[in-house]
């Protein structure tokens, strides 16, 4: 498989009680691909009893998981912070919860979270509640601007890799296509799941079920669609901006605002660095 091979996890959590889905889902991610898992709480006001705190969290909320390879309190701006580690780790994904939450903040992720999934080096799972393992059934809406997408190929490897042991995982593959949109939506589809399954390799064990559908609010059919799948991860791309940074189009800071499902958020151009 070229792409996914996870090796390096980094969690980012608070402490406090909302951090054991966090915890939680990171410890099992770990377990399940045999990565290291690498704790990180980071923060502007440090106390010196951090230390032992971010432990005991880890201890009561993970109580047979799998021993942290670092457990890190740092001080500075936790955003920062975090797509620090995250690259002098070459982590493979950051973990981390919605954080709490301002009148300013994008939807129902906190400033910290939001600029974190801007800017990191590797997908994000954003994990308003735990996340079910291993995966069973994966919501991937996809643009059609680039020959591959990046959350698909990502969405395929990751689907591909945390399967249930005897089974396959089923990725749905959706396209909003806007009214009065091109004809050739779905040869675009077709042609963008073969590219991200050529990309993946043949190892790659996944069904694909894909499909596209014709509306002008894509977020609300995006949300639709996750309500009556139910799946395990819903996985969206960012893009890039006109002056080529990446940001959270309006569809997916929609979609992050309203749905209870985890969330990997993949950054642009990470495909072509793999």
């Known amino acids: 498989m070229r792409l996914l091979t996870l090796k390096t996890v980094l969690v980012a959590t608070d402490l406090d009680d909302q951090s054991g889905a966090v915890l939680r889902t990171a410890a099992k991610l770990a377990e399940l691909s045999g990565a290291q898992l690498h704790l990180l709480h980071a923060t502007s006001v440090p106390t010196p009893e951090h230390d032992a705190q971010l ?13 942290p390879t670092s457990i890190m309190v740092l001080h500075g701006s936790p955003q920062t912070l975090i797509v620090q580690q995250a690259a002098a780790l070459e982590a493979d994904a950051i973990v981390l919860g919605p954080h709490r939450r301002g009148v300013a903040d994008i939807g129902e992720m906190g400033s910290t979270a939001a600029a974190v999934v801007r800017t ?7 994990v308003p509640t735990e996340l079910r393992l291993p995966l069973e059934r994966l ?3 996809i643009a059609l601007r680039d020959r591959l997408s990046d959350a698909l190929a990502i969405a395929i490897t ?6 249930p042991r005897e089974n396959v ?6 396209h909003v296509s806007p009214s009065g949109g ?3 939506a779905d040869d675009d589809l077709a042609a963008a799941v073969r590219s991200a399954r050529e990309y993946a390799g043949p190892e790659a064990r996944v069904d ?8 002008d609010d894509p977020a609300a059919i995006i949300l639709e669609r996750a309500q009556a799948e139910a799946p395990d991860l819903l996985v969206i791309g960012s893009r890039l901006h006109a002056d080529g940074e990446p940001e959270l189009g309006n569809v997916t800071r929609v979609v992050a605002r309203s749905t209870p499902c985890p969330l990997l958020l993949v950054p642009p151009g990470i495909v072509g660095a793999g």
């Open 182 to 184: 091109s004809s050739r």
């Open 158 to 163: 990751w689907g591909s890799a945390l399967r």
């Open 139 to 141: 919501l991937v809406p």
């Open 169 to 174: 995982a089923r990725l749905i593959v959706l």
């Open 55 to 67: 432990e005991r969290l880890y201890a009561a909320f993970v109580p047979e998981g799998p021993a």
């Open 120 to 126: 990191a080096p590797c997908p994000c799972l954003v």
């Open 208 to 215: 694909i079920d894909e499909g596209t559908q014709v509306g």
